[in-house]
C-alpha cells in the first residue's frame, strides 16, 4: 500500500509537511540540527526516530516483540524500536491519514558511503519511506574515529542541497543518500552526484579476553574502499565534495536475469 500524498512539483516550503527520523536516537545533535533547520521553514514537522541508539540495524524490522510510541513534546515521539519501526509507526499511526511530503532520515553521525549503505540503519529508514510511497533521503556527516564531527559543515550544507531536492521529482523506489564530507564548511568543492563505491572485504576485528580467560570481539570499521575511480562516493567524498548517490530499492541484476532466462529459458 502507498501513503503518497498529492502534490505538485515544485514543493511549496510553506505547504509542506516534513518526517524526521534518524538511527541515532532521539536525543542525537544531527536530528536536532536537522529539526533546527527545517522548523521554520515548512508547514508541519514531525520528529519520530527511536528512543536509543540502533546504529547498523539495517532495514530491520521488530517482529518479536510489542513496539510503544512515547511523545516527548508537541510533534516529537520516540518509538522502542528501529528506525524501520519509527517510520512505520510514523506513517501509518502517528501521521495516520496526513502522508509528509518528503522523509529525511539523519543527519547521521558518521558517513554512509559504499557498502556502509547495506548496514545503515538511516538508509534502512529511508528504505522504508521509500517502500511507503514517500520521497525519502538519507543524510550522513562523515568523521574520522576520535576526531570532532563537523557538524557546522552538515549545517551549513543541509539547506542548499534541500532546496533543491525540494523542486525535483524522482522514481517511486529510489531513494538519495547524501554524505557531508569530513572538511570544513568552507572548504567543500561542491556536489558529486556519484555512484556507489566498493569497499574490499572484511572489517576490523579486535580479538579481546575477558576476565574469565573467555574469548570476545569487537567489530571495528570497514576495510578501506578503492578510491580509484572518479565516480565514487568515496573518492568524490575524499575530495571534499558532498555525494548524492540515488539508491534504488529494486535489487535484481538485469544483466544476470538475461543470462539465467537464456539458461532456464524461463
Same mark, same amino acid.
Given at each position: ?73 508537541? @510533534? ?103 554524505? @557531508? ?86
Amino acid at each position: 500500500m502507498k501513503f503518497l500524498r498529492e502534490r505538485t512539483i515544485p514543493i511549496d516550503l510553506k505547504d509542506a509537511r516534513i518526517l524526521l527520523t534518524n538511527d541515532d536516537g532521539i536525543r542525537a545533535p544531527g536530528l536536532k540540527c536537522l529539526e533546527r533547520l527545517l522548523r521554520p521553514l515548512v508547514k508541519e514537522l514531525f520528529v519520530v526516530a527511536p528512543e536509543i541508539e540502533q546504529s547498523a540495524t539495517s532495514h530491520a524490522l521488530s517482529l518479536r516483540r510489542p513496539l510503544r510510541i512515547r511523545e516527548i513534546s508537541k @510533534f516529537r515521539y520516540a518509538v522502542n524500536g528501529t528506525p524501520t519501526d519509527a517510520v512505520l509507526l510514523g506513517i501509518t499511526e502517528i501521521l495516520k491519514g496526513r502522508c509528509p511530503d518528503f522523509l529525511f532520515s539523519g543527519i547521521n553521525r558518521g558517513g554512509n558511503l559504499a557498502e556502509d549503505v547495506t548496514y545503515s540503519g538511516t538508509v534502512g529508514a529511508a528504505i522504508e519511506g521509500t517502500l511507503l510511497g514517500v520521497r525519502s533521503v538519507a543524510l550522513s556527516q562523515v568523521y574520522i574515529d576520535n576526531q570532532p564531527i563537523r557538524w557546522s559543515t552538515a549545517e551549513n550544507w543541509t539547506p542548499k542541497i534541500l532546496k533543491k531536492l525540494f523542486s525535483i521529482d524522482w522514481p517511486d523506489r529510489v531513494l538519495l543518500n547524501v554524505n @557531508f564530507p569530513d572538511c570544513d564548511a568552507s572548504k567543500v568543492i561542491g556536489v558529486k552526484v556519484c555512484r556507489q563505491a566498493r569497499r574490499r572485504v572484511g572489517h576490523m576485528l579486535q580479538r579481546r579476553t575477558d576476565p574469565r580467560g573467555e574469548d570476545y570481539y569487537w567489530i571495528g570499521s570497514q576495510i578501506e574502499g578503492d578510491r580509484t575511480r572518479s565516480d565514487t562516493d568515496l573518492h568524490a567524498s575524499k575530495l571534499g565534495a558532498i555525494t548524492i548517490t540515488p539508491l534504488s530499492i529494486d535489487l535484481t541484476d538485469v544483466t544476470m536475469l538475461k543470462r539465467m532466462k537464456a539458461l532456464f529459458g524461463g
